[in-house]
């Protein structure tokens, strides 16, 4: 069967710091990837997603990247976090693309910026 | 755009009330509807999903109906439980998009 991590599962970061974020993916191969983020209180926000390595799709222009060195690793970085970078952060992945297939999520990383 | 309207929570009810969270959603083509729910403290899970008009979605006691004419994907439960307290979140996804595009969720709260 499939899971999905992520790591750290919390962090608190000051300002300014940078940050890494990582997701794997066991049991397929060749997934989609995606990160999203979760403001409190509120839906989801699609960041990045990826169909192969070294393949990455930005939704919303912002302070952050993502990176996938490995099949089933994706990683989302900083250089320098800023206040509004706080937020619930979700990996999910899916199969493929079509409009049937469902995106399975891991458990999230809740990140505070002070 | 492609857009996805749920009612506002919190919803609070009583433990085996029944339940309805409203879905209403625009789109040019013919999306694909999920239900995601989010756990306190946890990440999403697909709850049910429906690929076409008038398919229904159900899993642990909870259905709902793909309604083309009326543009919604109302989701129900006839009888909840304390243990379904959670956000849910109601999603569409479109021919050659990689995007779920997600409402803002809906708090459920249920009383002993």
Redesign the interface.
């Known amino acids: 069967s499939q899971t999905i991590h992520?790591w750290p599962a919390t962090l608190v970061q000051p300002v300014g710091s940078p940050l890494s974020l990582e997701c794997t993916v066991e049991g397929t191969s060749n997934p989609?990837l995606?990160w999203y983020r979760q403001a409190a209180g509120?839906?989801?926000q699609?960041l990045f997603?990826s169909?192969g390595i070294g393949q990455i799709?930005s939704?919303v222009p912002q302070n952050l990247s993502a990176s996938r060195p490995q099949d089933r690793q994706f990683i989302l970085s900083s250089k320098k976090l800023l206040l509004s970078d706080s937020g619930f952060y979700?990996c999910?992945w899916s199969r493929d693309?079509s409009?049937?297939?469902?995106?399975?999520?891991?458990?999230?990383t809740r990140l505070t910026v002070l | 755009g492609d857009s996805v309207t749920q009612m506002e929570g919190p919803v609070t009810l009583s433990e085996e009330a029944f339940l309805t969270i409203n879905c209403t959603y625009t789109a040019t083509g013919y999306p694909s509807l999920f239900w995601y729910v989010q756990y306190p403290g946890e990440g999403l899970q697909l709850l049910l999903k429906a690929t076409k008009a008038d398919d229904k979605g159900s899993n642990k006691g909870f259905e709902a109906t793909y309604r083309k004419e009326t543009t919604s994907f109302h989701l129900e439960k006839g009888s909840v439980q304390v243990s379904d307290s959670a956000v849910y979140f109601c999603a569409l996804n479109m021919d050659s998009n990689y995007q779920l595009i997600w409402g803002a969720g809906t708090k459920l709260i249920i009383k002993p």
């Open positions: 992520q989609n995606y509120r839906g989801l699609l997603y169909v799709s939704e979700l999910a693309s409009t049937t297939d469902t995106q399975y999520f891991g458990p999230g």
